[in-house]
């Protein structure tokens, strides 16, 4: 039991973070596009936009994300198309991430006031106009921090991407594990790192949260 | 011709009817004053004109644009048919100028440059020099009021919708907004006012409209229905309104 070793551990456990991180900003900054496209779709009031991407928020928000995962990974390799676990875990928590944010941000636009909508509508602004001038900037300020406090459930779901044999934190932490025979000392080194991945994001999440009901 | 035509308009929430066959014609340099009491039906009315609410038989033409009808038809409609709110409904993230020139820039597509011209022109109107780069939230109701008449008159309206401009406003405050909207009225605009405001219909319109239980129940020059009401109705109303 040397210093050695435990250096080794960390070593790789720190490379393997990387990718979680990694995994985590594409599902984030891909969940975000595709959310934004989703919010547009589900506000617009078009009725027969409105049925499928309710389905499809209800879909990703209503099942295990594990159970996607699996879905994305095998699933698709039943099709005949190869699925790399990078594939399977980028597509399947974007996907994922996409209907999370849809909702969070869906109800920071339908905390604008009704009177917001009609005046802009009244000097000829179409929907998209609306949106994109007088709503979201508005419901950008209210969003920021549960955006922000969503994304630390983003870190931590990358962890289920292990299972289909992704190698980031969890599962290096896994390999390492079997390697060492040392699971204590090895999860415990895994659970700092994501703390201290989610912390300052939760942190700062609960700080813009504070400033904005002052600023009210 | 009239500018807006009002032809039997009828409106359900539901299975309440509201508006129950309203007709009313408006023509160009008209000042319109709508009176009734409270769930009579005038907001709901101002509101169809615009397309703010849809009825469901009748028909309501705006400058020849039939309002409701196809889809692209309202926007041109919406570019010559402005409203004004009772609470103001300012943008709060954007200064007074710039609350002016969204529209413009927006919807006609006018240059930046330009468009601020004709802030600073309507803003000016509205006696609001000095106020073009202040936020909402930095000035009182009456300048509010008086950025959101800017706002609309920025789209050059051939008639201005306002639902009860005044009501909000703390009463030292009213006159200053409705200065404002008599002296568009002298400039030969066109306008269609709800309010409760009787010494100002009186004065400034050219037509009064009592309407009562979702119709128009008297209708004629104010000062000939204050004068002399001839419903019921519309006699008890004014005398409870002083
Ligand atoms: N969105 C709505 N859903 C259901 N009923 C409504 C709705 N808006 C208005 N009403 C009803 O329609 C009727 C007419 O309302 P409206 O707002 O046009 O009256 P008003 O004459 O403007 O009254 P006020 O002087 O109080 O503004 C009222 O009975 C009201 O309750
Ligand atoms: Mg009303």
Same mark, same amino acid.
């Given at each position: 039991?040397?210093?050695?070793?435990?250096?080794?551990?960390?070593?790789?456990?720190?490379?393997?973070?990387?990718?979680?991180?990694?995994?985590?900003?594409?599902?984030?900054?891909?969940?975000?596009?595709?959310?934004?496209?989703?919010?547009?779709?589900?506000?617009?009031?078009?009725?027969?936009?409105?049925?499928?991407?309710?389905?499809?928020?209800?879909?990703?928000?209503?099942?295990?994300?594990?159970?996607?995962?699996?879905?994305?990974?095998?699933?698709?390799?039943?099709?005949?198309?190869?699925?790399?676990?990078?594939?399977?875990?980028?597509?399947?928590?974007?996907?994922?991430?996409?209907?999370?944010?849809?909702?969070?941000?869906?109800?920071?636009?339908?905390?604008?006031?009704?009177?917001?909508?009609?005046?802009?509508?009244?000097?000829?602004?179409?929907?998209?106009?609306?949106?994109?001038?007088?709503?979201?900037?508005?419901?950008?300020?209210?969003?920021?921090?549960?955006?922000?406090?969503?994304?630390?459930?983003?870190?931590?779901?990358?962890?289920?991407?292990?299972?289909?044999?992704?190698?980031?934190?969890?599962?290096?932490?896994?390999?390492?594990?079997?390697?060492?025979?040392?699971?204590?000392?090895?999860?415990?080194?895994?659970?700092?790192?994501?703390?201290?991945?989610?912390?300052?994001?939760?942190?700062?999440?609960?700080?813009?949260?504070?400033?904005?009901?002052?600023?009210? | 011709?009239? *500018?807006?035509?009002?032809?039997?308009?009828?409106?359900?929430?539901?299975?309440?009817?509201?508006?129950?066959?309203?007709?009313?014609?408006?023509?160009?340099?008209?000042?319109?004053?709508?009176?009734?009491?409270?769930?009579?039906?005038?907001?709901?009315? /101002?509101?169809?004109?615009?397309?703010?609410?849809?009825?469901?038989?009748?028909?309501?033409?705006?400058?020849?644009?039939?309002?409701?009808?196809?889809?692209?038809?309202?926007?041109? *409609?919406?570019?010559?048919?402005?409203?004004?709110?009772?609470?103001?409904? +300012?943008?709060?993230?954007?200064? @007074?100028?710039?609350?002016?020139? *969204?529209?413009?820039?927006?919807?006609?597509?006018?240059?930046?440059?330009?468009?601020?011209?004709?802030?600073?022109?309507?803003?000016?109107?509205?006696?609001?020099?000095?106020?073009?780069?202040?936020?909402?939230?930095?000035?009182?109701?009456?300048?509010?009021?008086?950025?959101?008449?800017?706002?609309?008159?920025?789209?050059?309206?051939?008639? /201005? +919708?306002?639902?009860?401009?005044?009501? @909000?406003?703390?009463?030292? +405050?009213?006159?200053?907004?409705?200065?404002?909207?008599?002296?568009?009225?002298?400039?030969?605009?066109?306008?269609? +006012?709800?309010?409760?405001?009787?010494?100002?219909?009186?004065?400034?319109?050219?037509? *009064?409209?009592?309407?009562?239980?979702?119709?128009?129940?008297?209708?004629?020059?104010?000062?000939?229905?204050?004068?002399?009401?001839?419903?019921?109705?519309?006699?008890?109303?004014?005398?409870?309104?002083?």
């Amino acid at each position: 039991m040397s210093d050695f070793s435990l250096w080794i551990i960390v070593k790789n456990l720190l490379w393997a973070t990387q990718w979680t991180i990694l995994l985590s900003l594409i599902a984030f900054v891909g969940g975000g596009i595709v959310g934004l496209v989703l919010l547009f779709l589900r506000t617009s009031q078009v009725k027969w936009l409105e049925v499928p991407t309710k389905l499809y928020i209800e879909f990703f928000q209503g099942t295990p994300l594990l159970m996607q995962l699996f879905l994305f990974f095998f699933g698709v390799a039943l099709f005949g198309i190869e699925v790399s676990p990078w594939m399977a875990a980028g597509l399947a928590l974007t996907l994922w991430t996409s209907a999370f944010l849809t909702e969070i941000w869906r109800g920071c636009v339908e905390a604008i006031p009704k009177g917001q909508w009609e005046a802009s509508a009244s000097v000829a602004m179409n929907y998209v106009e609306q949106m994109r001038y007088v709503i979201l900037p508005q419901a950008m300020r209210i969003a920021i921090a549960p955006t922000v406090g969503f994304s630390v459930q983003v870190i931590k779901g990358t962890a289920l991407a292990s299972i289909i044999g992704f190698v980031e934190l969890t599962k290096a932490g896994t390999m390492i594990n079997n390697a060492t025979f040392r699971p204590f000392l090895v999860y415990a080194l895994v659970a700092l790192i994501y703390f201290c991945l989610c912390f300052p994001l939760s942190w700062y999440a609960k700080r813009l949260e504070g400033k904005l009901n002052v600023a009210r | 011709m009239s *500018l807006v035509s009002i032809r039997d308009v009828r409106k359900s929430y539901g299975t309440v009817e509201v508006l129950k066959g309203v007709s009313l014609e408006v023509a160009k340099g008209d000042v319109v004053a709508i009176i009734g009491r409270s769930g009579s039906g005038k907001s709901t009315l /101002l509101r169809c004109i615009n397309g703010l609410e849809t009825y469901q038989f009748g028909a309501i033409l705006a400058d020849g644009i039939e309002v409701g009808g196809i889809h692209a038809n309202m926007r041109e *409609l919406r570019r010559h048919v402005g409203m004004v709110f009772q609470q103001f409904n +300012l943008f709060p993230h954007l200064t @007074a100028a710039e609350n002016v020139m *969204l529209a413009p820039t927006v919807v006609n597509k006018t240059p930046k440059k330009e468009a601020r011209a004709i802030a600073a022109e309507v803003l000016a109107k509205v006696g609001l020099s000095e106020k073009m780069d202040a936020y909402p939230s930095q000035l009182s109701g009456g300048q509010q009021q008086r950025v959101a008449i800017a706002r609309s008159l920025a789209m050059r309206p051939k008639v /201005l +919708l306002c639902d009860e401009i005044t009501s @909000a406003l703390d009463p030292e +405050l009213v006159n200053e907004v409705l200065r404002v909207v008599e002296q568009l009225a002298k400039e030969g605009m066109t306008l269609i +006012l709800v309010t409760h405001e009787m010494r100002f219909a009186r004065d400034v319109g050219t037509n *009064l409209v009592f309407m009562h239980h979702g119709k128009v129940h008297e209708t004629g020059k104010p000062k000939d229905v204050f004068a002399a009401p001839q419903t019921p109705e519309l006699q008890q109303f004014v005398g409870g309104n002083g």
